[in-house]
């Protein structure tokens, strides 16, 4: 699947705290929580957003809670994945588990600036960044996380297994 | 195998596991808390499996907004307990419940050699029982209840060392923000921390306790500590006399050993915004503070309490700071009621506050206004943790938390009591 959209560039240890405050979580409305998305760290990233943009960060990005509301409202504001020299690994199981693509690129991450225009093609893991004409490629998942990707997330892959048990 | 490798082999079903590998283990035990259950709750019915695979087994605790601090709140932990009404589960209510990584090791819940679970990232608590515990998202927490398994990659494990004798003053929280301080934010990124060396046997388990808390600061899967004699006595204290460990073996491969010399550390404080951003208590300089918390499920404990009080002894919280106790449990505030310390954290000047998560994660019970600062016992100072973005939160030891309330700024034990 090719996708298309403009970078949201952070630094290093961008945490859930930032991503969704804790503070909000006293709702599980997703409209709601999409709203406060990154508000501690960038206050125009809301307005801002479309749908297909990219998050990128360096290392660690992720970090700190286990919230799966964070990769919620990241995929619920519209981003079509994050780009990220790391993952802190909650955050990267969550996103697997829900379906938000996760891709893991040093090279991508750290030559990308805000605004930068990317191309991502999600079966390879290549990645375009159309603004600095330069092509990187993403660590590719173990086959295992890919199954679960291919059925669409843990609760689909796990409806399948209980589907394959019964005779 | 490390003790790590030797817990998850037993709960995959095979003789051997290696780091890298990815396994389906079996859990002992799934947690769930009123912010994170109903997420996982709604997706656990999507699965249509009707009941959770052991109701003995799926523990919720209402603590993070509760005792209901609103009524979005109210709902959600509403939602939580018909649930686990429905479904019978494991359920502690207010006035019975605790902080739930205080509540589970004292409940006798947690125990070693267990697989724990749990849709909080500080699960890894339970890694002081020599458990292996890993927090999780709601969606892994829903597969859990419903199947007793969840897919993992095993950690590879990085052993710290700890040599010497503790100075006075210093304890687990200030080895854990030591070595997090040394080692950064990432420094064990999908890896367990096992703490070992003659430091840590000389630790109380409240002190592992908190040093197990802190390592997903560290980016880690889990923290874990070999059994001895200290986590026998308290796993027996708490009713239990039947439980498996296991150890690592001599021969264990390590991604990495880490020593550290203890006789030459500080009481240490984390700066904002990151656990790692460490500075001996000798270099910390003027920091005037608003508030002061101490409690939480890092430091909310009896041993946490008793260290406080004896600093609060005949001493007066300074005019203008807010200092805010919260015992970790409702047995830690009998306890710690039945002791005196209570009567005198009540007399020194502090609130003293039902067991709750409250204030660590900016809900309720010491939210921070733009500005404020606050040194906290908890685990956590990114921005806006504790409330308004442009407030600020130090963290640190019970024993220097307490000292600070007194002098109204970030200070040492000594200048209290010499």
Redesign the interface.
Known sequence: MRLKGKAHKYGP?V?T??II???Y????DLDELTKRCM???DREFASRVRTGDFIVAT??FG???????A?LVIKHSGISGVIAS?F???FF??AI??GLPVLECTEAAEATEMGDELEVELTTGEIINLTKSKKFYAKPY?A?MLE?TKEG???EY??ER?RAKKP | MTLTERILAAHSGKRKVSPGE?ISATVDLVLAND??A??AI??FQ????GKVFDARKVVMVPD??CPN??I??AE?AKLMRQFAREQGLVYFEVGRMGIEHVLLPEQGLALPGQVIV????H?CTYGALGAFAT??????I??AM??GEV?M?VPPTIRFVYHGELPKWVGGKDLILYTIGDIG??GA??SVMEFSGEAIDALSMDGRFTMANMA?EA?A?AGIFNVDNKTKEYVTMHGNETYLTYQSDEDAEYANVIEYDVSKIEPQVAFPC?PSNVKPLSQVGEVRLDQVVIGGCTNGRLGDLRVAARLFQGKQIHSEIRCIVIPGSQQVYLEALREGLIETFIEAGAAVSTPTCGPC???HMG?LAAGERCLSTTN?N????M?S?QSEVYLASPAVAAASAILGRIASPEEVIS
Request: aromatic residues 6%.
């Open positions: 240890d945490n705290d930032v405050p804790a503070r979580l006293n709702v599980s508000e501690d760290i290392t660690n970090c700190g809670s286990s919230r799966e509301q990769p790391s802190a690994r909650i199981r969550n588990n829900i173990p295992f679960i997330g843990l609760i796990t409806k209980l | 990815f912010i994170m109903p997420l709604k997706e999507r699965l249509g499996v993070h907004f601090k609103d979005q709140s959600q749990g849709a909080d990232s699960t927090g999780m998202g709601s969606t892994d829903a597969v419903a199947m897919w990659k934010v990432d990124l999908y997903v980016g899967k990151l994660c900016g809900g939210v956590r990114f921005v806006g943790r409330g973005p």
